[in-house]
């Protein structure tokens, strides 16, 4: 569908592509954590980055335990920044579309509203109604901004990410 919406989709879809999942680690804010030890990764994660988060109270889980419900997906972006999935999708419908049609389709993908918000029409903070957050929001995000272009503007995680000094 070739719309005014086009050119906000494929920024969204090019952003989402660009995050690659960092494998056999988890982020938790559980306060009671195991440990504060700073991961082990063989990938190229800065360890500065995970110092603030480990600074800001996040404890990271690895092996067996990083597929915990309590543990949440870490992702590097584009330019290596990383990043915490917080278990969200804003998610952005047409702002001709009916209550109706909206109440559907989430009912449908099974995501409750956890707030509407207000600074553009038909713009909601959902989570999935199945289980605790969710754990796959970047592919989900994809799939519900391809899936159904006559009603969804997009959908985009909720991403956790720190702040470098200023």
Do not use: C
């Not at 988890?26 to 994660?45: H, Q, S, W």
């Not at 909206?102 to 409750?112: G, K, P």
């Not at 605790?132 to 994809?142: F, I, N, R, T, Y």
């Not at 159904?148 to 200023?166: M, N, Q, W």
């Amino acid at each position: 569908m070739d719309d005014e919406f086009r050119p906000v989709r494929d920024k969204v879809l090019a952003r989402l592509r660009n995050l690659r999942v960092v494998e056999g680690i988890a982020a938790t804010r559980d306060p009671y954590p195991t440990g504060t030890a700073l991961p082990i990764l063989n990938e190229d994660v800065p360890r500065h980055e995970l110092k603030a988060f480990r600074d800001a109270g996040w404890r990271f889980l690895s092996g067996s335990a990083s597929m915990d419900e309590n543990g949440k997906r870490m992702f590097l972006d584009s330019d290596g920044h990383l990043k915490i999935d917080a278990g969200a999708l804003n998610l952005r419908f047409r702002p001709d579309a009916d209550p109706a049609s909206i109440e559907t389709y989430l009912a449908e993908h099974a995501l409750r509203v956890r707030r509407k918000l207000g600074f553009v029409p038909n713009l909601f903070l959902v989570s999935s109604e199945i289980g605790k957050g969710m754990p796959d929001s970047v592919e989900l995000a994809q799939k519900l901004t391809d899936e159904d272009e006559a009603l969804v503007i997009y959908a985009e995680p909720v991403l956790i990410e720190g702040i470098g000094p200023r």
